[in-house]
DNA sequence: GCCCTGCCTGTTACAGTGTAACGCTCGGCG
DNA sequence: CGCCGAGCGTTACACTGTAACAGGCAGGGC
């Protein structure tokens, strides 16, 4: 979906957490490759479903649901329950390889390579359904004086802002 | 639940956007009222069962889910289906009365009288359910921010952190 | 009065989301 | 070999949310 938009502007773009909606291979190379890093490091399972799953997530342009992923990994003779991808999904989104999209109930891959202390800030668009991942240290330092304020010690945090994106405006306003 | 906490120490208490836990029957009223004035200046129908949805959400001091407020409403030979507590809480949510925990599928009373503009943040604390709404000017600044960099048009927000709220911490660590 | 209309509500039915529980397999280990 | 733990398949179930249709009720025009 979405044509054009290849990747490798990415170093000289001038933002800040912004990455550009990356999906496709290559990100789908980068996440797999970070998952078996991290699996090897921390000696986890990085199992095929899991794999699979995070390829399909990687791999959608948008948000996905369980089932949505249930039936994608699902072949003729071969069906995979959505339980099963629940599971996966747990174990990709308690490493930070995929988040969940509460307002959505879907899932998306991660466009970076945050720690567990960097929370993102997803951009969703009505129109098109696109999810962009951004982090802002402007906005964790709010955040966090904040909630020092109101002595709230934060454990995960969620920020999801819905709207248009750019793409978008630009296809409503010129044609 | 909880006892202690009246209110009344509001005004004085020098935080900024911070409500501290309000529920019970004053806020009740005041939501009520806030309501009924409302409805008068909108046009709109600010109906019994609207009333009821928004008293039985005011009342509890932590999230309720829709099938909760719908039980709640019930009783004997007069059954609430979850249905119309959706399409009260649809009401509700639109004109800022309640908020949606999209975290939790739950719904609380608003604290504030905040417009359509100024976006809460809420802390939802994990050890006793409780749902503090709080504004921060600074945190809006820095999302607009952030969002006009990434050429993003905002049409709603979500901001809900999960963690453990004051009163839980003094209560884990002191008893 | 009567009809028409719009809004709200009741009711049924259903789709989508998420979890509990149980049992199997497989690999590591004594 | 048996034991054990992690992952996974399977079933069943609870919870969340919406679509569609019917009835009630107020207001406005005739
Ligand atoms: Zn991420
Ligand atoms: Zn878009
Ligand atoms: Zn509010
Ligand atoms: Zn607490």
Do not use: W
Not at 9 to 16: A, D, I, K, L, V
Not at 83 to 95: G, K, P, Q
Not at 103 to 124: K, M, T, W
């Amino acid at each position: 979906m979405e044509a054009g938009k290849r990747m490798d502007e990415h170093e000289t773009c001038g933002h800040h957490g912004h990455a550009h909606d990356a999906h496709g291979p290559a990100r789908t190379a980068d996440l797999v490759a970070r998952a078996e890093r991290l699996a090897q490091d921390l000696g986890l399972q990085f199992t095929a479903l899991r794999r699979r799953t995070l390829e399909v997530v990687a791999e959608e342009g948008r948000p996905l649901g369980a089932y949505d992923i249930a039936e994608r990994l699902s072949v003729p003779g071969k069906r995979v329950a959505a339980v099963s991808v629940y599971r996966a999904l747990d174990f990709l989104t308690e490493h930070g390889l995929v988040h969940r999209i509460a307002s959505r109930n879907a899932f998306v891959p991660c466009e970076h390579g945050h720690g567990a202390g960097e929370s993102a800030v997803f951009l969703i668009c009505r129109s098109c359904g696109s999810v962009d991942e951004t982090i802002s240290a402007e906005i964790e330092r709010s955040l966090d004086r904040t909630l020092a304020e109101a002595g709230f010690k934060p454990a995960s945090r969620i920020v999801e802002i819905e709207g248009e994106c750019g793409a978008c405006q630009g296809r409503s306003e010129a044609g």
